[in-house]
């Protein structure tokens, strides 16, 4: 069985510009969630999908969104990107969602600001 | 805001040690989790504890949540090589939104 799978491994942009990221979660699963990963803050909550919608946000500005779509896989989008925007962009994907559930990590996108 | 925070931060023992990793709060949490994450890796679930008081053991690893699941810890009994990692704690009360502790950066040396 595949794991979750993150594109691009690696992404190189300018301070302005705008990044998509993309999210395969293992087969079956319905639920998305992103973290961002700095060596300053950590891993951080970004935002969870379940069945196409938005069930919880994290506290980060509104340059940051996602979406999932009808085969449970999900974008994340962040606009007008910023230095500190340079981090590890780790999706995860479960079964269902429960505070209970195992989540399944992909590898990250390494986002580089310039 | 809930906040956890994980003591040591950074660990350096020789092979054959043993070493407890700490995850403290002031919130209470319905579910702590621990990961292991390698370099350019993402993180890898080790176990999930939801029961106050728990206590679960993964071959040399043991994990306990404190009876107000507020607080846990990892214990290795006789560290390897290969334990080596960034290990996270992460509490949950809703859905898939974990808060994450800071992480100890483990290093074991043969």
């Known amino acids: 069985k595949a794991g979750v799978t993150q594109t691009p491994r690696y992404l190189i942009k300018t301070r302005g510009q705008q990044v998509t990221l993309s999210c395969s979660p293992i087969?079956?699963?319905?639920?998305v969630s992103w973290y961002q990963q700095t060596p300053g803050q950590g891993l951080q909550f970004l935002f969870e999908?379940?069945?196409?919608?938005?069930?919880n946000k994290g506290n980060f500005p509104g340059r940051f969104s996602g979406r999932q779509f009808s085969n449970s896989r999900s974008e994340m989008n962040v606009s007008t990107l910023e230095l500190g925007d340079s981090a590890l962009y780790l999706c995860?994907?479960?079964?269902?969602?429960?505070?209970?559930?195992?989540?399944?990590f992909g590898s990250g996108t390494q986002l580089s600001v310039l | 805001t809930q906040l956890l925070e994980q003591s040591p931060q950074f660990l350096s023992i020789q092979e054959g040690e043993n070493l407890t990793v700490y995850c403290n709060s002031s919130?209470?949490?319905?579910?702590l989790q621990w990961y292991r994450q390698e370099p350019g890796e993402g993180p890898v679930l080790l176990v999930t504890?939801?029961?106050?008081?728990e206590v679960k053991k993964l071959k040399r690893l043991t994990f306990q949540f404190g009876d107000a699941r507020k607080d846990s810890s990892l214990h290795i009994t006789a560290a390897q090589p290969g334990d080596t990692g960034l290990y996270l704690c992460?509490?949950?009360?809703?859905?898939?939104?974990?808060?994450f502790g800071g992480g100890t950066r483990l290093m074991v040396k043969p």
């Open positions: 995860a994907s479960s079964l269902n969602r429960g505070y209970a559930e195992k989540l399944f």
């Open positions: 087969s079956g699963h319905r639920s």
């Open positions: 999908y379940f069945s196409e919608t938005q069930r």
């Open positions: 919130s209470v949490f319905s579910s």
């Open positions: 504890v939801v029961t106050g008081g």
């Open positions: 992460a509490g949950s009360n809703a859905g898939n939104m974990l808060t």
